[in-house]
């Protein structure tokens, strides 16, 4: 029903940023929280922010709070991380997820959604 595809990653020196793109295909998924996760070689995947596409509340994950901004353009479907002050740790495969509103229980739990990209790789050198 709902088909992700990111893009926009890339190799940048620690202090840069990048801004991914999920674009988002199918129906009915304005009723859907929209979510990035990461997962960094060798690590499990981890959240990174989370938002309502219908309400617009956010929420970040402690590591990347005031340095990344989850936003959506409706015009366009299509889910944004802008990143700021990347530093080596941001190093992952990014991935954006989706689920209904009305399926969620914890937003943060990778578990809790049925679609997803394929990811796009970050890479921050020092």
């Known amino acids: 029903q709902v088909q992700l595809v990111e893009s926009g990653g890339g190799l940048v020196q620690a202090g840069g940023s990048l801004r991914l793109s999920c674009s988002v295909s199918?129906?009915?998924?304005?009723?859907?929280?929209m979510a990035w996760f990461r997962q960094p070689p060798g690590k499990d995947r981890e959240f990174v922010a989370a938002?309502?596409?219908?309400?617009?509340?956010?929420d970040y994950a402690d590591s990347v709070k005031g340095r990344f901004i989850i936003s959506i353009d409706n015009a366009r479907n299509t889910v944004y991380l802008q990143t700021g002050s990347l530093q080596p740790d941001d190093t992952a495969v990014y991935y954006c997820?989706?689920?209904?509103?009305?399926?969620?229980?914890?937003?943060?739990?990778?578990?809790?959604?049925?679609?997803w990209g394929q990811g796009t790789q970050v890479t921050v050198s020092s």
């Open positions: 997820a989706a689920h209904r509103v009305d399926g969620i229980r914890d937003y943060r739990a990778p578990g809790e959604y049925n679609y």
């Open positions: 199918g129906r009915a998924f304005t009723s859907y929280l």
């Open positions: 938002i309502n596409w219908g309400g617009g509340a956010t």
